[in-house]
């Protein structure tokens, strides 16, 4: 059973560029959290989905952020128009419908703009 | 413990030593609490956990307790070997599912 996948990686992106993170939850797992990992800080909740609903967006920015998890596919995290200060790490996680509690993570996108 | 800031606050131990880690979390009506490990470049992953109805629980060389009345999380770790150096985490979860990390330890182990 494959654990959380996160694409790209890495990610470099120009001041005022679009960037999009992909995750793909473990199988069977329905919840889809995305997190925020700034240097030497500990993670921030950023949104919790499930298939074709915002859950708790209460740690995402107000403007330039969104995320979706649709019926097929995986989750993705958006930002438009990034600025330097977007430049972090971002993990995806996942947990399955019936726990809720346990959230496996991914290996994370780390999120560069010059 | 907790940190402010850019430093981590770092724990080095001698191969072979117990290693205890502190946390100190926020909400009393936090029900879940998690232990991760982080090392470089990669994601948390995950070590035990403990319901708020428990003070203890034990895993294979690790141990968490847990203090409601002063809100204090910890994890021991025995015979701590250098494949645990690593910067730890812990979590809690109260209302809904988002998780609430502390700010890290960094657990040095020397050979």
């Known amino acids: 059973n494959a654990g959380v996948m996160q694409n790209p990686r890495h990610l470099v992106r120009r001041r005022g560029q679009e960037a999009r993170l992909r995750c793909s939850p473990m199988?069977?797992?329905?919840?889809v959290y995305w997190y925020r990992q700034l240097p030497e800080e500990g993670l921030k909740f950023m949104v919790y989905?499930?298939?074709?609903?915002?859950?708790?967006e209460s740690g995402m920015p107000k403007e330039r952020f969104s995320a979706e998890f649709p019926k097929e596919g995986p989750s993705i995290l958006r930002i438009q128009q990034v600025v330097r200060g977007d430049s972090a790490a971002y993990f995806c996680?996942?947990?399955?419908?019936?726990?809720?509690?346990?959230?496996?993570f991914g290996p994370g996108t780390r999120l560069t703009v010059l | 413990g907790e940190s402010v800031g850019l430093h981590l606050p770092t724990l080095s131990v001698q191969e072979g030593d117990n290693s205890i880690i502190n946390c100190a979390y926020s909400?009393?009506?936090?029900?879940?609490f998690i232990w991760y490990k982080q090392e470089s470049g990669k994601g948390p992953q995950f070590i035990i956990d403990?319901?708020?109805?428990?003070d203890k629980r034990q895993g294979q060389r690790v141990t968490v307790l847990l203090n409601k009345t002063v809100k204090h999380l910890s994890l021991q770790i025995a015979a701590t070997q250098p494949g645990d150096s690593a910067v730890y985490f812990c979590?809690?979860?109260?209302?809904?599912?988002?998780?609430?990390f502390g700010a890290g330890t960094i657990l040095r182990v020397k050979s």
């Open positions: 996680a996942s947990s399955p419908p019936e726990a809720g509690n346990e959230q496996f």
């Open positions: 199988k069977g797992h329905s919840h």
């Open positions: 989905l499930q298939k074709e609903n915002i859950i708790d």
């Open positions: 909400n009393s009506a936090s029900d879940y």
């Open positions: 403990i319901r708020s109805n428990m």
């Open positions: 979590a809690e979860k109260g209302r809904g599912n988002k998780l609430v």
